[in-house]
């Protein structure tokens, strides 16, 4: 009887104990608030929970030069937040040894809605998206085991995996979350068509009959919330005969793919030029003159566009107008996203 | 009920959950493999000719083996979960593998070379799946399931390289392949050989001088998986 009643204890001891070893990691939860009217996000959060430990984490591997071959290239050096994580006034950034990147850094924000990454979709998963422009010769021209050793002997680094993920263990895996849970809450909701449409401010008049013009011409490919409709698109761009990029032909070998690229967002479009995949439209009034007279047509032409957009000059003056109220400067100054900004208090949404 | 009972079932049950991993009948299969190019073992640096007299050194012999399925002699089957191996001919460790099962006679190995869509779709893995091993298109997400690599003068791509990376798990290029192993005897370990002539002459005649790369899913990735999936077969003892 004695025994038994000492083995019992024993038994709920060694439960007790291993219950109180694990309760000594708690993160502090985040929350990707959804802006009200867009749909559920399509990044899957139940494997990566959100938390203000993961997010710091994400944000210094993001400012981090050492995930470069030569220290020299941070995700940051490339993804600027006053230009929304474009390079500014850059058609194609530059990378280790003075390479220069084939296409346009994309604008990094909502990106949690996003199902695939890359002008040709070919990524799959927003966790392994930076493993692309790390490995790149070309972009960070670093390999993914130097990468993770690097972060292994820095023990700043041990103790931030550790406050994220409840141990010191440094993986791919890891990283990838972190730096996922930096990026998804690079969220652009709060631009002045935003604030109109949620009825807290107005439109003055070049803005509003540019808004009803892009309502008539741009909606299609470019649809609200996000501006994009995701879908890939030949949109006439002639092929240029250095980089011959095929664009999603790359991925999916079909011809029907040939020369297509994803629709980028319009939000922030203001600050994120040049514009086109390979950065080839040094300003918005070069993106006009290709839709309604440049533009190559081919078999794969998307369909709306068969006769290329005719625009008239008074067009094309109202839709600029109209444009510039998709730029947020509030997400262009937020102080959370930036490499200087270290405030420690939680990220909190501005969503009113 | 006494005191005492109650204490006693009580501590049995924690005991048996704490054990019940230890307690259950768990059997040991141990698959061992041996690389070969024709009848001679192959050798990472040494000069040898392919089926068609092209001379070639390998550099690099690696593959993935996945979800693997064991059938014994009641025709019974058992699937190993998280079965997730890669084999490297550099790593003489890797070419073990060890299996727990609960079948008693084994007739049946079966397993994929490469790596279920799940695992290709679903982030970044850990273990042996981790992007790290270099095993992954990281510019087209997916998994890389087996690569041959090394210098051969009949290559005209540069520096007279061969590079064979075959993957693809999507429709249409799905290079994914199953194998099965019939097993007639019982001896431990089971000793496995990997040819790699049969990467170039099987289904499929693939000659370095026609085609040296082969770096994404596609066509030629989905004929040099024809080709590897003959190339396993049961050393005997």
């Known amino acids: ?352 | 009920m006494n005191k005492q009972s109650v204490y006693s079932v009580i501590c049995l049950f924690v005991m048996f959950i704490l054990f019940s991993g230890y307690i259950l009948p768990q059997k040991k299969i141990k698959l061992q493999f041996h690389h070969f190019a024709g009848a001679k073992p192959l050798v990472l640096g040494d000069t040898i000719v392919n089926p068609f007299g092209e001379k070639l050194v390998v550099e690099r012999f690696k593959y993935y083996l996945s979800n693997f399925i064991l059938t014994d002699l009641s025709g019974k089957k058992e699937s190993i979960p998280n079965s997730y191996f890669l084999v490297d001919e550099a790593d003489s460790a890797s070419k073990t593998i060890e299996l727990n099962t609960s079948l008693k006679k084994i007739i049946a190995i079966e397993f994929m070379i490469g790596i279920d869509s799940i695992k290709n779709c679903s982030g970044i893995q850990t273990g042996v799946l981790d992007p790290m091993k270099a095993m992954f298109w990281t510019w087209n997400t997916g998994y890389v399931f087996a690569k041959l690599e090394g210098q051969s003068s009949a290559s005209k791509s540069a520096a007279h390289r061969f590079t064979y990376h075959v993957g693809g798990f999507k429709e249409g290029e799905n290079a994914i392949k199953k194998i099965r192993l019939a097993l007639t005897e019982q001896n431990q370990p089971i000793h496995v050989s990997a040819d790699i002539n049969s990467w170039f002459n099987s289904r499929h005649p693939i000659k370095i001088s026609e085609s040296p790369v082969c770096h994404a899913p596609g066509p030629l990735a989905l004929q040099l998986a024809d080709n590897y999936s003959n190339m396993f077969s049961i050393l005997p003892k």
């Not at chain 1, 949620?198 to 009803?212: A, N, S, T």
């Not at chain 1, 479009?269 to 439209?281: E, I, K, N, Q, S």
Request: include cysteine; glycine fraction near 6%; aromatic fraction near 12%.
């Open chain 1, 1 to 352: 009887m004695k025994q038994l009643k000492i083995i019992f204890f024993f038994c709920l001891l060694v439960m007790i104990v291993s219950g109180w070893i694990n309760d000594g990691f708690k993160p502090h939860p985040l929350k990707l608030i959804v802006p009200k009217g867009w749909p559920a996000p399509i990044y899957d959060f139940k494997t990566n929970p959100l938390t203000q430990e993961g997010f710091d984490l994400g944000k210094k591997l993001f400012y981090d030069g050492r995930l470069s071959r030569d220290g020299k290239f941070s995700c940051g050096s490339c993804h600027q937040q006053f230009a929304a994580f474009t390079t500014m006034d850059h058609s194609l950034s530059h990378g280790f040894n003075n390479a220069l990147t084939t296409r346009n850094a994309p604008a990094l924000q909502n990106l949690a809605w996003q199902k695939t990454f890359m002008a040709d979709g070919g990524i799959t998963h927003l966790d392994l998206q930076p493993l692309a422009p790390i490995t790149a010769e070309n972009e960070m021209a670093e390999t993914i085991e130097n990468v993770i050793n690097k972060l292994k002997s820095d023990k700043d680094y041990r103790k931030l995996f550790k406050a994220a993920f409840g141990n010191d263990t440094i993986n791919t895996q890891r990283m990838g979350k972190a730096l996922s849970q930096f990026m998804v809450l690079l969220v652009s909701s709060n631009s002045k068509y935003d604030r109109v449409m949620r009825g807290e401010d107005q439109f003055i008049l070049p803005e509003r009959l540019g808004y009803e013009i892009f309502n008539k011409k741009c909606i299609n490919c470019h649809p609200a919330p996000f501006f994009t409709d995701f879908n890939f698109r030949n949109v006439g761009l002639a092929v240029d005969d250095v980089l011959n990029d095929l664009g999603r032909m790359r991925v999916t070998r079909q011809s029907k793919d040939s020369l297509l690229f994803k629709v980028p967002s319009l939000r922030n479009v203001a600050v994120t030029a040049p514009y086109g995949h390979d950065g080839r439209f040094f300003s918005l009034i070069n993106v006009f003159e290709h839709y309604r007279k440049n533009m190559v047509l081919g078999p794969t032409t998307d369909s709306l566009l068969k006769n290329r957009m005719p625009l008239t000059n008074y067009e094309i003056g109202q839709l600029r107008a109209f444009l510039n109220t998709l730029t947020d400067s509030a997400f262009l100054r937020d102080s959370r996203f930036s490499e200087s900004g270290g405030n420690n208090k939680p990220p909190t949404n501005h969503v009113h």
